[in-house]
């Protein structure tokens, strides 16, 4: 270490510290975008009670009481590999922003030298050198790492709420495959019985067709009714594979046996009732969901990107210091008069870059303009999916109370078809079609009592419930 460098260590330590209090920032001032949305949703029937706990304040056990359900989503909380990437991906962007906060700060590293070189005497001479240096610190006077820093603490922020956003989404999945395949059973054991009373029917029609009292053409539409029902039953057996397979791939494992078991018995109309939420104003979505959240998240990220890329037209400054012991002797080191340091600041300045930094100035703000309108794009499509969800609250109900009276109107209808077929008053095509309009009534109900279902956990889902309880070992947010 050259003499000519010689300082006492005090002072290093009293100009990193002006240095550090030096910094300032080119990030723009940061100020919420005004929401592009309405005052109110416009609702379909009766308001919601007002006085009923948000969706963000119910956990999802205590609004899918269902004891199998609460298993299944447990086992998909547990197990579900998107879930997990989304956690991963936390942890990345978190060890991310710890780089990005560690640059503001020094690397000093342990220093030992030894050279054995030839004098201009012609003799050789030895150097030992023990100590600690910093190598290329830039110190930041424009904010240039603060900037990166803060851009990285938005991006974890944002990836945490992206991880509370694919909880939401698999809750409500694991709840809607559930009620899915207890509608497929329904279903299925609705086109079984009806498979059942057409082939007696059937057969019915050819014991009458064989003593005279019937004629081919009325055989010949039961069998057709018959094949109809046959058909519809595979047809249903498939679908009933295939939304098990995607439940299956919620969970991550197998669907337990004594769940499976328990489907043969399952009946939509048996579920446990959701709670009822209040709907709030459509300003309550920016604080509720997940997704709205990492949006302006990445739009603060991309705020202070510009920062960095404003900082980048200034000069670096950067530091390389050592301090410690040198000595011509191995044995001399660490005695007094052999302690030294030497001090290399450097400032380097841009003056032509061929319009790279201006480019990435350019970049930065188009960015922002994209972030923007992706924080506005979310608000609109959180908006959107709340008003659809309000849409099928009372027009629902009163589907599925019409869809009931339908029911026991073709029931009837059938039941009188019957008995005038049997006495003669009415022709056989009568009677198959009471039994085709029952079957299909039959049907549409099961389907809209789904569809009724699949609305509520679509509601909790839109209003920002189901991410309440953290992962087990999720570590608290860093500090800035």
């Known amino acids: 270490m050259p003499s000519s460098f010689m ?11 002006a240095a550090l209090l030096a910094g300032c920032s080119f990030i723009p001032t940061y100020e919420r975008p005004a929401a592009p949305l309405p005052a109110g949703y416009t609702l379909a029937g009766p308001a919601l009670a007002a006085d009923a706990p948000a969706a963000t304040a119910i956990d999802w056990k205590d609004y899918f009481t269902d004891a199998r359900l609460q298993r299944l989503v447990g086992m998909a909380l547990a197990n579900n590999r ?5 956690m991963l991906n936390v942890d990345q962007a978190r060890a991310q922003f710890q780089i990005r906060r560690a640059d503001q700060f020094p690397t000093v590293s342990a220093l030992a030298n030894a050279t054995r070189q030839p004098n201009t005497s012609g003799q050789y001479a030895n150097q030992f050198q023990v100590g600690v240096g910093i190598t290329a610190w830039e110190i930041d006077f424009f904010g240039r790492i603060a900037a990166l820093k803060e851009q990285a603490l938005a991006q974890y922020l944002a990836t945490d709420e992206a991880r509370k956003s694919a909880q939401i989404s698999l809750v409500s999945a694991v709840a809607s495959g559930w009620l899915t395949l207890c509608a497929d059973e329904e279903l299925l054991d609705l086109s079984r019985r009806t498979l059942q009373t057409r082939e007696q029917s059937l057969q019915l029609t050819r014991l009458r067709l064989d003593n005279g009292i019937s004629s081919e053409l009325d ?8 094949q109809s029902a046959r058909a519809t039953l595979a047809q249903q057996q498939r679908q009933r594979l295939l939304d098990e397979n995607a439940l299956v791939l919620l969970l991550g494992q197998a669907l337990p046996e004594d769940i499976r078991a328990s489907l043969t018995s399952a009946r939509l109309e048996d579920n446990s009732p959701m709670q009822p939420l209040p709907v709030g104003l459509p300003s309550d979505l920016l604080t509720r969901r997940p997704d709205i959240r990492m949006a302006e998240q990445q739009l603060i990220g991309a705020n202070a990107n510009i920062g960095a890329a404003r900082a980048a037209f200034f000069p670096r400054i950067a530091l390389t210091a050592q301090f410690g012991s040198v000595s011509s002797e191995l044995s001399g080191l660490f005695k007094s008069g052999s302690w030294a340091f ?4 450097q400032a380097a300045l841009p003056i032509f ?6 480019a990435n100035l350019d970049a930065a703000m188009v960015g922002r303009d994209i972030a923007l309108a992706q924080y ?6 959180a908006f959107r999916e709340v008003s659809d969800a309000l849409a099928g609250l009372d027009t629902l109900r009163q589907e599925i109370d019409a869809q009931t009276a339908l029911v026991d109107a073709n029931r009837r209808s059938l039941e009188l078809a019957d008995l005038r077929y049997r006495n003669g008053v009415a022709s056989h095509l009568d009677l198959l079609d009471a039994q085709r309009s029952l079957f299909g009534s039959e049907q549409a109900l099961v389907a809209a009592r789904l569809q009724q279902q699949l609305n509520q956990v679509a ?3 839109v ?3 189901g991410w309440t309880q953290q992962p087990q070992g999720e570590e608290d947010a860093p500090q800035s």
């Open 7 to 17: 300082h006492t260590a005090p002072r290093l330590t009293a100009l990193a510290a």
């Open 82 to 86: 998107d879930l997990r990437v989304a």
């Open 219 to 226: 055989y010949a539409q039961a069998l057709s009714l018959a």
């Open 342 to 345: 030497s001090l290399a600041p």
């Open 353 to 358: 870059d061929a319009g790279r930094n201006q």
């Open 376 to 381: 506005e794009k979310s608000i609109q499509s």
């Open 459 to 461: 509601m909790y889902k």
């Open 463 to 465: 209003l920002g419930g």
